[in-house]
C-alpha cells in the first residue's frame, strides 16, 4: 500500500524547482508509504512522479518506485496489490522466458512488463488486485491514470494553474504551487445528501476522483489538459448481464461455487512478507473471512476488535467468542468515549475532504489497534452490499408496501404528523411499549427512527424515490446550502443507467447494484482506505475478488435475502465453522452514540462550529436553519445527529483546511 503523485507543467524550466515541488506533493503522502520515498522527472516532457512505499511484497530495493521499464519507456508509480502477480510472471514467461531476467518479486516489476509487453488497457484488464498507478509513456507522450475495479484505493487529478496534477489524496494536490481552486458548492450540496462527495466530484472545482473500473489519458505534448480522455476498461453492468444470463438454481451449487471462490480470493490475499491480520466484529463478513483464513493457515492469525464502554454499541464479546471458537491470536482494544472523541479533531487531516459516515472513529481506531501488530489486514467489507445485508434492502419494499396505497398527499400528511412528534414523546412512548412487553424484545431509538421514517416518506411516488431517501441525510441541501439549488436528483442519477434496464427486476437487487456503484467505493472504501492509511496499515478485501463477485452476481434474490435476514449464502458457508448460535443476533455495525455526544461531550465543541456569526462570516449555510436544527436537537425535540454531524464535519474540514 503506497501514495503516488504527480503533474505535467509546461511553464516550470529549472528542473530542481520540478524536483522541489514534486517532493513537497510526495512527502504529504508519507503516512501512506513511511519505508521509502522516491521521484522522477522528466525536464523535457516537464512531467514529475512522486511515490512512498509501504513495503508489501519484496522488501529490498528492488521494489522502488518510481520504476522504469527495461528499455525505458514506461515509468511508473502504483499503489495497492496485484494478487495474481505471479500467475501474470508465467504468462510472460511463456511468450519469451529469455527476455524477463527479474530484478525482484515485486508486483509493480510485474505489471510494468506487462505493460510493455501488452500495452495499458490489456494489462488493466488482466489485473485482479487493488490498485491506482500513474504510468507515462516517452515514447508517446502519454500519461495513463488508472484505477481498480470497485474503487479500492483513491485517484484525484485535476487542473491546477495551467498544470495537470494528480495524487492518491487532496493533500498532495493542494502542496501544488498555487492552489486556490474554490469550493464546489454543487459538490457540498451532494455531500450533506450523502455524507461523502459523490464521484466524480472532489470537494473542489476542476478537481475530480477517477472513478473505480477507469483509465484516463492525457498527452503531454498538446499542453491542452482540458482534452483528457477516459475510458472504461471494466463495466459492472456487463458483469451484472452475465450473471443474470447464467443465474444459479440449485443451491447446493451456488453455496459450493460460493465457497471456492472465497476460498480462492483468501488464499491469493494471504500472500506478503509482513505481518497479516484481519479485523473480527463477530458478524457474519468479518467471521466468515476469519474462518477460512485459519483454515489455511498454518498458526493462528491475528485478529482485532474494539471494545467501547457503551454495552448497546459494544460488539466484542461476540467477536471474542467466535475468536476462541476459531482459535485465533485475538486483540481487544478496549475504548472509552473520550478516547474515540479525541480522534474527531484528527479527521480533517485523515479524510481530506469532508466525510461524515461517523463509523470513521472506530474504524481508524481498530486499523491503528492492528497496526501495532501487522502490516496488512483483512477485512469483510462489501458482503452487505453484495449479498443482501443492510436491512433495507428488506424493509424499504417494506414499508412500500404498507403505504403504496396510500394517495400521494395522504403519504404527505402521514409522515409530517410522524415527524411533528416530539423525540422526547416518542422516548415515553418506547417506555411504555417496552414495560408492557411481558419478555419480548424491547424497541429502541424509537423517536430516531420515527423522524427518519417521516422523512423517507415524504414526496415519495414509488419505491426508487423511498430508496433515494434513505439514502439521503439532508433531503433538500439547497435549504441549507447557500448559493445553490437543488437540481432534479434522482436515484437513476447514481448509476446513469436504470437497472431495469439491466434486467434486475425486483427493488433489492436494484438496491444494491445502485450501492456498489456508489455507496460502497465513495463511503464504505473510502473510509477504510483513509481510516487505515492514517495508521500505515494495507487492508485487504476477500469479497471484493472478481471470481466471488461473478458468484454473487449468479445468485438469485432467494439466496441473498430470505425470511427478512440478508446474506443467506455467505451464512450456510459461515455455519459451517461457528455455531448459528454465536452469530444469530441484530446487525449493529460501527456505530457511535452521535445524538447523545452532540447534547453532552461534544457539545461545547458543536457549538463553536455553529455560532451563528460563524456560520455568517463563512458564507456556506443559512444560520438560521443550522441554528434551527440544532436547538431542536439539544432540547430534545427531534434526533438531528446524523444531519448536525454532516455539517460539523464540514465545519471542522474548513478550519483545519483553511
Known amino acids: 500500500m503506497c501514495g503516488l503523485t504527480g503533474f505535467i507543467n509546461f511553464d516550470i524550466s529549472s528542473s530542481n524547482e520540478l524536483e522541489r515541488i514534486i517532493s513537497s506533493m510526495t512527502s504529504s503522502l508519507i503516512h501512506r508509504g513511511p519505508d521509502d520515498f522516491g521521484v522522477w522527472l522528466d525536464t523535457e516532457s516537464k512531467i514529475a512522479l512522486g511515490h512512498r512505499r509501504l513495503s508489501v511484497l519484496d522488501l529490498s530495493k528492488a521494489g522502488h518506485q518510481p520504476m522504469q521499464s527495461i528499455d525505458s519507456r514506461y515509468t511508473i508509480a502504483f499503489n495497492g496489490e496485484i494478487y495474481n502477480h505471479l500467475e501474470l510472471r508465467k504468462e510472460l514467461e511463456k511468450s519469451n522466458r529469455e527476455t524477463y531476467n527479474w530484478v525482484g518479486t515485486s508486483d509493480t516489476e510485474t505489471l510494468l512488463a506487462a505493460i510493455a509487453e501488452w500495452g495499458i488497457e490489456a494489462t488493466l484488464k488482466s489485473l485482479v488486485g487493488m490498485f491506482a498507478m500513474a504510468v507515462w509513456d516517452n515514447k508517446d507522450e502519454t500519461l495513463t491514470l488508472a484505477r481498480d475495479r470497485f474503487g479500492e484505493k483513491p485517484l484525484y487529478y485535476g487542473l491546477v494553474n495551467n498544470s495537470f496534477v494528480f495524487g492518491s489524496e487532496l493533500k498532495a494536490i493542494k502542496n501544488f504551487p498555487g492552489f486556490t481552486n474554490p469550493i464546489s458548492r454543487k459538490a457540498l450540496s451532494d455531500y450533506l445528501r450523502f455524507l461523502y462527495v459523490p464521484s466524480p466530484k472532489s470537494i473542489y472545482e476542476d478537481i475530480y476522483k477517477l472513478e473505480p473500473g477507469s483509465f484516463l489519458e492525457v498527452k503531454a505534448s498538446q499542453n491542452d489538459f482540458k482534452n483528457y480522455k477516459i475510458s472504461k476498461y471494466w463495466s459492472f453492468d456487463d458483469q451484472i448481464r452475465a450473471g443474470n444470463q447464467d443465474q444459479f438454481y440449485d443451491e447446493s451449487e451456488a453455496i459450493g461455487s460460493l465457497e471456492l471462490a472465497l476460498n480462492k480470493s483468501i488464499r491469493s490475499q494471504l500472500l506478503s512478507d509482513v505481518p497479516l491480520g484481519a479485523f473480527l466484529s463477530g458478524g457474519i463478513d468479518s467471521s466468515l473471512i476469519v474462518a477460512l483464513m485459519q483454515n489455511q493457515a498454518s498458526s493462528a492469525i491475528k485478529t482485532f476488535t474494539v471494545a467501547f464502554e457503551e454495552s448497546q454499541f459494544d460488539e466484542s464479546p461476540f467477536a471474542s467468542e467466535v475468536a476462541n471458537h476459531l482459535g485465533t491470536d485475538h486483540y481487544e482494544m478496549h475504548v472509552s468515549s473520550l478516547d474515540a472523541r479525541n480522534i474527531i479533531t484528527e479527521l480533517p487531516e485523515i479524510y481530506d475532504e469532508p466525510f461524515a459516515d461517523s463509523s470513521q472513529i472506530p474504524t481508524f481506531l481498530i486499523a491503528a489497534h492492528a497496526r501495532k501488530e501487522v502490516t496488512v489486514s483483512l477485512s469483510g467489507d462489501a458482503g452487505d452490499e453484495l449479498f443482501g445485508g443492510y436491512n433495507r434492502y428488506f424493509w424499504a419494499p417494506r414499508i412500500w408496501n404498507k403505504v403504496s396505497w396510500m394517495p400521494y398527499y395522504l403519504r404527505n400528511i402521514f409522515a409530517a404528523n410522524l415527524g411533528n412528534v416530539s423525540e422526547n414523546n416518542w422516548e415515553r412512548t418506547q417506555t411504555f411499549i417496552n414495560s408492557v412487553q411481558k419478555g419480548l424484545k424491547g424497541i429502541d431509538r424509537l423517536g430516531e427512527k420515527a423522524h427518519k421514517l417521516s422523512e423517507t416518506l415524504v414526496n415519495v411516488r414509488s419505491i426508487e424515490d423511498l430508496y433515494f431517501n434513505l439514502l439521503s441525510v439532508h433531503h433538500d441541501p439547497a435549504k441549507v446550502v447557500i448559493d445553490t439549488t437543488d437540481y432534479d436528483y434522482s436515484i437513476n442519477d447514481l448509476s446513469g443507467v436504470s437497472p431495469k434496464d439491466l434486467g434486475i427486476k425486483d427493488s433489492p437487487s436494484r438496491m444494491m447494484y445502485w450501492d456498489v456503484l456508489n455507496y460502497l467505493p465513495d463511503d464504505i ?56 448460535e454465536l452469530i444469530e443476533r441484530p446487525k449493529t455495525g460501527f456505530s457511535i452514540p452521535l445524538g447523545l455526544w452532540l447534547r453532552g461531550p461534544l457539545r461545547d465543541w458543536a457549538e463553536s462550529l455553529l455560532d451563528e456569526q460563524r456560520l455568517r462570516d463563512e458564507g456556506y449555510f443559512y444560520p438560521d436553519i443550522v441554528r434551527k436544527l440544532w436547538l431542536e436537537h439539544i432540547n430534545g425535540k427531534k434526533d438531528w445527529g446524523t444531519k448536525l454531524w454532516s455539517i460539523l464535519m464540514f465545519q471542522s474540514w474548513y478550519e483545519a483546511n483553511n
Open 525 to 580: 472504501l473510502c473510509k477504510v482506505d483513509r481510516a487505515a492509511m492514517a495508521n500505515s496499515l494495507e487492508t485487504r478485501i476477500p469479497f471484493l475478488d472478481p471470481g466471488v463477485v461473478d458468484v454473487s452476481l449468479r445468485l438469485p434474490l432467494n439466496m441473498k435475502i430470505r425470511d427478512n435476514e440478508g446474506k443467506w449464502a455467505l451464512r450456510q458457508i459461515l455455519y459451517k465453522h461457528v455455531p448459528k
